[in-house]
């Protein structure tokens, strides 16, 4: 039998016991360098820049493989 897959991050989502363990922005699996969102958006450049201050904290979850708020969080969270 296969493990249930891990709940993907969500603004405010606590592990299972109910805990928040930490956000995806201080997690191992988190990337918010501005040059790997734009490898990993092709195009996002002619729209302006990851380098913009309008995506704040947000980055990529390589657990997951989701775009989200570094503020958010899951029971998959592992600090650097």
Do not use: I, T, W
Request: with cysteine; aromatic share 6%; glycine share 16%.
């Amino acid at each position: 039998m296969n493990p249930a897959p891990a709940q993907a991050p969500r603004p405010g989502s606590k592990a299972a016991d109910g805990v928040v363990k930490g956000r995806c922005r201080d997690c191992s699996s988190f990337n918010a360098s501005p040059a790997e969102l734009e490898r990993a958006f092709p195009g996002l450049a002619s729209m302006g820049s990851g380098y913009g201050a309008v995506r704040g904290n947000d980055g990529l979850c390589a657990m997951h493989g989701r775009y989200l708020s570094g503020l958010s969080s899951c029971g998959s969270f592992s600090r650097r």
